[in-house]
């Protein structure tokens, strides 16, 4: 029996190979790419920067981002370039800093004049008062209510401690009337 034809490569130091010729008993081998190229050495990342602090030595790395980002941008001698895309170059220049110039002016007027907030920000204030507000009317109903009970529950009382003392319910109810 052959397995198919194929080798997987893994962005890592280790990767997983298959012989066109191999039989589906052997399956995939690990291969270090160290062993096999002795003439590549291993890059080793140089840090960005080299925090000394108390606590000790922190170093920070660029990330490929990084790395790709400047290898994308290459910096121009304006003095070498011809006509056109000297031109060309003090165009992008010029709109570039001007589009940076107004964004920047834009928020700072927008901040000036107040237009910062979200659009509806009133009405969201009004529903908070109306919340507040009819929390708090809720909250003196309820001790209403309680100062309701306490006086019925005074008045019992009081009631009772007549009916204790001699008196009967007829004639608490004709001193009353």
């Known amino acids: 029996k052959m397995a ?4 997987a490569v893994i ?10 010729r191999m039989d589906d008993s052997q399956g995939f081998h690990t291969v270090s790419l160290d062993e096999h190229h002795p003439s590549c050495p291993k890059r080793k990342k140089q840090p960005r920067r080299v925090l000394h602090c108390s606590d000790g ?5 660029s990330t490929d981002e990084e790395e790709e980002t400047d290898a994308q941008q290459p910096t121009v001698d304006p003095q070498t370039l011809t006509w056109g895309p000297y031109l060309w170059f003090y165009t992008t220049f010029v709109a570039s800093r001007g589009l940076a110039a107004c964004d ?14 979200p659009k509806y920000q009133y009405a969201i204030d009004e529903y908070e008062r109306m919340q507040r507000q009819d929390k708090e009317e809720q909250e ?11 006086r019925a529950n005074q008045e019992k009382a009081e009631e009772l401690n007549d009916m204790e003392g001699g008196a009967t319910a007829t004639e608490t109810q004709q001193v009353e009337c």
Do not use: C, M, P
């Not at 198919?4 to 080798?7: C, R, T, Y």
């Not at 962005?11 to 012989?19: E, G, I």
């Open 57 to 61: 030595i922190y170093e920070e790395f």
């Open 140 to 150: 003196l109903e309820e001790r209403e209510r309680e100062a309701e009970k306490q």
């Open 104 to 117: 920047f002016l834009g928020e700072k007027l927008a901040w000036f004049f107040g237009i910062t907030s």
């Open 4 to 7: 198919s034809a194929g080798v």
């Open 11 to 20: 962005a890592t130091d280790d990767v997983l190979l298959q012989d066109k």
